[in-house]
């Protein structure tokens, strides 16, 4: 009976989205019967007809000129030019503009895009990216630091962590936290099926978005009612998604839900849930068991005051809850002269994020000398990381403890801006100018407490080494950096200029000064453990941008730009310290560390003709006080290896990135709606100062694939090709370098009818073994990861992705 349940529960999804199929079917017998009927007499009576044309009537010299005329290819008479609709983006420039019309590299997704990438997750989005990675949670430094649960961030032509600026709706997102236990805080917080979508913007953005915009900004736009709404006669709509994925056995629903109360308010409520487990492997050593779930909550009310005046109220809520048993930490291992026998880890963690905001939207021509229009938003977004973790353990092989640890970790930011927008000219010159303000406050605590139990004696202690000590200062709880306050201010302007009225050159001048302030609060939790106190950090930067575009033709465009970033340390980078005797290593903080600036360049040309759609970028970047976060930096007087996070002098990012796509149709009319896509990446990365490779680029990769889109029914068949990693730094000598690999994936959808739409994705059908490289980075060829200093005991074929597998979706809507 329980099993029964258990898969009533599992396939809930599917049992109502096929129920309400089964009622949309049941109120239109007629299309059904009418759609079959049709199907069948098509093919017989069509062709019979033509063969006896063709026996009984030469076509004349006319008719024969015309079905020439149908063979030729598109090129020579002009026909059927594949449509093209010019892509809108608003990161680069912080306002509404042609993809086409932007210096710089960005890359979008739509809501569309998800459903047909059947994604569930941010790294199965991006997946076909060039120069653009995801990493899950297998870093760390501690027992949960390789669990596998959830997404740690993004990889943008070699850069990553802090220095992506991640945002919702214009709200920047929680810091990622990487000094102990799980690697992931701060990036997990947003549920993909609550956003219309998102936008990649490669390169340095500290002009338009301060500190943390060093390498690229991701950002997330949620779902409004309007998206469902506008043009529709009936004042509702309402739509149910199932989706599943074999690789972690995925189940999710989503039901969304638009509404227009009167003439000028309208309501929004989009709630997705999802069921998981450990996401398979393919190898003689599995994934680390776990099971997950999580619930995402989207609400928003948006009022239509006038013609002129919009205001949005949002509501968001997102949660989710990981069990896992960490077994790649199970066995024996040397902590120092200590000999360790784990025999259970377990790790239970809740990730969670709340928002409110406000933005109301002001837009009118010519409305005053100074603007046109204005938008300005509020809010307040609490985030916290919760981690439980359970060791049992033998130690000398006599004696067994229970040690068990709680790290809380919180990140809540409030705050608020107002940006402008004016259009004006200047003889022949037309201007579009943004300009604004923004400020944020950020409350970060991190608190770590536990105990370690004797089992034989029964007698437990709060010491956190690996025995109990009854003397001494290293006792529960303490914290790893004091709490700390942010501030962040800036004021920016961006001017995009059109010389002259054919808009042939266009130029875009760009400006931002910041104010950083981080200001700790020290106390005896975190005294205890560093021996002193942690330091603040204030700092004003100034922060340049100078785009050129050429348009020598419609078709094409051309521009080069500059841009200098900054980014300024955190209080983990400042702060963060470890001691402890009965262990091997320790962790330092660094009060003298400098914060990053970069000096960034690109070009780039797109091309959008009938035959090829096309764009070629190039880019290099050079950092100066790069900052490498808890290296290796020698030992001290007791023989423990001191890790602290340092400056790096001098160090630099470049590449090239291609992609392309062919209409085939071209050639031959019948191949409407074909294309053949094909792109690459190459990029390479140096730090100047030790003369060694920077770890965190990606090897190269070649993408190549046909897609046929007809409005109802669409597919793509794609082979990614990456090649080996074999450019790594002499840090870790040992460090496993995975080879090259090729994988191919087939994904389709089909408009079953016009409320229900089905998407099957078929992924890795070669079964290829195959490792990704932000995955295994500081992961030894054993398979055994540094954890702070000690080796602990893994599989390399832990870190293995999937083989073969399926996703499929099915959404009904009303």
């Excluded at 690789?247 to 409520?269: F, H, I, N």
């Excluded at 705050?415 to 604004?436: P, S």
């Excluded at 040309?605 to 976060?629: C, H």
């Excluded at 016009?754 to 490792?771: D, I, P, V």
Aim: with cysteine; glycine share 8%; hydrophobic share 35%.
């Amino acid at each position: 009976m329980n099993d029964c349940f258990g898969w009533a529960v599992r396939f809930r999804g599917f049992f109502l989205v096929w129920l309400c199929l089964a009622c949309l079917t049941l109120g239109q017998p007629g299309a059904l019967a009418q759609t079959a009927t049709g199907t069948a007499s098509i093919p017989t009576t069509t062709v019979q007809q033509e063969n006896a044309g063709e026996v009984a009537h030469k076509p004349t010299a006319q008719e024969q000129a015309a079905a020439d005329k149908l063979k030729k290819p598109i090129l020579d008479e002009g026909i059927k030019k594949p449509v093209r609709l010019d892509e809108v983006v608003v990161t680069a420039t912080r306002t509404e503009k042609s993809k086409n019309d932007v210096a710089g590299s960005v890359s979008t997704y739509t809501d569309d895009s998800v459903q047909m990438e059947l994604a569930p997750n941010f790294r199965d989005l991006v997946a076909d990216e060039l120069d653009v990675s995801t990493t899950n949670n297998v870093g760390g430094k501690g027992a949960g630091g390789r669990s596998g649960a959830g997404l740690q961030g993004y990889n943008i032509r070699g850069i990553d962590g802090n220095r992506i600026l991640i945002q919702t709706d214009g709200i920047r997102q929680a810091d990622q936290y990487t000094f102990g236990g799980t690697y992931s805080i701060g990036r997990n917080y947003q549920d993909i099926d609550s956003l219309k979508r998102v936008e990649i913007l490669k390169g340095s953005a500290s002009s338009l978005y301060g500190s943390d915009a060093i390498g690229g900004v991701v950002t997330y736009i949620t779902k409004d009612p309007s998206d469902y709404l506008t043009g529709k006669a009936e004042p509702y709509y309402f739509d149910v998604t199932s989706a599943f994925d074999s690789a972690s056995m995925e189940y999710a629903e989503t039901g969304t839900m638009a509404l227009r109360a009167g003439k000028d308010v309208e309501l929004l409520g989009v709630y997705t849930r999802r069921d998981g487990n450990e996401t398979q492997n393919m190898g003689n050593y599995g994934a680390n068991p776990l099971n997950y779930h999580s619930n995402n909550v989207l609400a928003k009310v948006a009022w239509q005051a006038n013609e002129f005046n919009r205001l949005v109220l949002t509501g968001e809520y997102f949660n989710r809850d990981n069990n896992a048993a960490l077994n790649n930490q199970l066995g024996s291992f040397t902590n120092g002269p200590v000999n360790i026998n784990r025999s259970s880890v377990t790790q239970d963690t809740t990730a969670e994020r709340w928002r409110a905001s406000v933005n109301h939207r002001f837009e009118r021509p010519e409305a005053t000398p100074v603007f046109d229009a204005f938008t300005w938003q509020g809010y307040y977004q609490p985030t916290s990381s919760n981690e439980d973790i359970r060791e049992r353990y033998v130690r000398q092989n006599t004696v067994p403890f229970l040690r068990s640890f709680q790290r809380d970790y919180s990140d809540n930011i409030g705050g608020g801006g107002i940006q402008f927008e004016k259009r004006f000219d200047t003889g022949a010159w037309a201007h579009m100018l943004t300009y604004g303000t923004e400020l944020s406050y950020s409350q970060l605590e991190r608190n770590v407490n536990g105990s370690i139990k004797n089992l034989t004696t029964g007698v437990e202690s709060s010491s956190f080494g690996t025995q109990p000590s009854v003397n001494g200062p290293y006792k529960m709880p303490y914290k790893e950096i004091p709490d700390s306050n942010v501030v962040r201010l800036g004021f920016y302007a961006q001017d995009e200029i059109d010389l002259g009225p054919d808009k042939v050159f266009s130029l875009v001048p760009g400006l931002r000064v910041d104010y950083y302030d981080l200001d700790v609060r020290n106390d005896d939790l975190y005294g205890k453990m560093s021996n002193t106190n942690g330091v603040s950090y204030d700092e004003w930067a100034v922060s340049p941008k100078l785009a050129l575009i050429g348009r020598p033709e419609k078709e094409i465009m051309v521009y080069t730009q500059f841009a200098q970033g900054f980014r300024a340390p955190t209080t983990e980078e400042l702060n963060a310290v470890f001691l402890n005797p009965s262990e091997f290593y320790t962790v330092v903080a660094n009060p003298n560390l400098k914060s990053e600036t970069s000096y960034n360049f690109e070009t780039g040309i797109r091309v959008d003709y009938p035959v090829v759609k096309a764009s070629l970028a190039g880019y290099y970047n050079y950092y100066q006080d790069f900052i490498n976060q808890q290296t290796f930096v020698g030992f001290n007087s007791s023989g423990q290896q001191i890790f602290q996070s340092t400056n790096i002098d001098q160090a630099q990012i470049y590449g090239t990135t291609l992609s392309t796509e062919w209409p085939l149709v071209i050639y031959n009319p019948d191949l409407e709606g074909l294309s053949f896509i094909a792109g690459t990446a190459f990029a390479w990365g140096d730090d100047l100062q030790n003369n060694q490779p920077l770890d965190s680029v990606d090897p190269w990769k070649l993408r190549t694939g046909l897609r046929y889109r007809n409005g109802k029914f669409g597919v793509d068949l794609t082979n990614t090709f990456v090649g080996a990693k074999n450019s790594v730094s002499e840090t870790m000598p040992t460090q496993f370098r995975p080879p090259q690999y090729n994988t191919i994936d087939l994904v389709s959808y089909v408009d079953i009818t016009k409320h229900a739409k089905f998407s099957l994705g078929l992924y890795n059908l070669t079964n290829q073994q195959y490792w990704l490289w932000q995955d295994v980075r500081n992961v030894s060829n054993n398979g055994s990861v540094p954890s702070g200093g000690i080796n602990t005991p893994s599989q390399i074929d832990m870190f293995t992705q999937p083989g073969f597998t399926v996703r499929t979706s099915l959404t009904i809507n009303f």
